[in-house]
């Protein structure tokens, strides 16, 4: 399913090909939200991450879905990004976000100028995108060892989801896998200190946290020592190291040497006097974060940093991203 936008229901549809349960319509299901895993009858939202198989005769995937997952956003209705099939057409509306989100024309003229600013962020998808929100992350550390300090979600926090092998975790989207963790490790810092050019990293903690954590020099010997390759299909163990900043497994190519992300001085963007935010400054795609990524060349705002760095194309025009600016709203 990488590299194919399953909001749309049509490309859900797709993923049915081989659906092996004659009794269930595919177009059923991808109606209900649900792909195809390939693997059993195994089928899983793509809006909140459940995973549903083991069908039987009468199951009505919407009443399940409901079932399985009461608080998922797209059965109660809720603006996800969701394309219907009578919807899906390159020009057509998507049904995510408020009427009032529209793309700024004068960015989509001065694409080349942001390009040359440190604050761009050039846009490539992501090695995992089975784990690319913090629940599917989380969801991986359903056998991690209890006797480990460590806890799931400042792992799952950071980008990394468990291998189920020891302590071995894995960057969704960078695909750099660190293990041997110590209880005083700071999954943050060890993530930009191996793999400095992490589009997550660089997007969510800005290029100044990379930078504080690395130091020029340190920057430089990341690129030349490299790390290991995993690729999205391998299931290689990672080596073995006594503390996570000596266990880098990958430190992709791939990585452009002209490839920045986050101006210095750009921070998380937060609710800063601890109050609700208002629901139209909300990612339209978690609705748990404020929006803060531009993505280019459409300008359309509507997704957090850690949600931007998932999606290559823009849950609102259908366009694909060919990059990010980080943004504040004011």
Not at 6 to 27: A, D, G, N
Not at 98 to 124: V, Y
């Amino acid at each position: 399913v990488q590299n194919i936008n399953l909001y749309k229901e049509s490309e859900r549809l797709k993923t049915f090909e081989e659906w092996p349960v004659e009794f269930m319509p595919r177009h059923k299901m991808a109606e209900a939200g649900f792909y195809y895993l390939k693997k059993d009858d195994i089928v899983r939202c793509v809006f909140c991450g459940v995973e549903i198989g083991k069908w039987v005769p009468g199951d009505d995937p919407m009443v399940d879905h409901m079932k399985w997952s009461p608080q998922c956003r797209f059965v109660r209705k809720l603006p996800v990004g969701n394309v219907p099939l009578s919807d899906d057409q390159e020009s057509g509306t998507d049904t995510c976000g408020p009427s009032g989100i529209r793309s700024q024309p004068s960015i989509i003229g001065e694409t080349s100028l942001l390009e040359s600013h440190s604050g761009f962020q050039k846009s490539r998808p992501p090695s995992f995108p089975q784990f690319a929100t913090q629940d599917s992350r989380l969801r991986s550390y359903a056998t991690w060892p209890v006797s480990l300090k460590l806890k799931p979600h400042i792992l799952s926090d950071a980008g990394f989801f468990y291998t189920g092998k020891g302590d071995q975790t894995i960057c969704y989207h960078c695909g750099g896998g660190l293990k041997d963790w110590e209880e005083t490790d700071e999954p943050w810092v060890e993530h930009a200190r191996w793999f400095c050019k992490c589009p997550y990293v660089l997007l969510v903690k800005g290029k100044e946290f990379v930078d504080d954590v690395c130091g020029q020099k340190a920057l430089e010997d990341i690129k030349l020592n490299g790390g290991f390759s995993l690729g999205s299909s391998s299931t290689g163990d990672i080596p073995r190291a006594t503390t996570p900043s000596q266990a880098k497994i990958k430190n992709e190519e791939e990585h452009s040497e002209g490839e920045e992300s986050t101006s210095s001085g750009f921070h998380s963007i937060g609710s800063s006097n601890g109050e609700p935010l208002n629901d139209g400054r909300l990612c339209k795609i978690c609705y748990t974060e404020e929006m803060g990524v531009v993505f280019l060349p459409c300008g359309h705002i509507v997704a957090c940093v850690k949600c931007a760095s998932s999606l290559t194309i823009c849950a609102v025009c259908r366009k694909t991203v060919t990059g990010t600016f980080r943004a504040f709203l004011s």
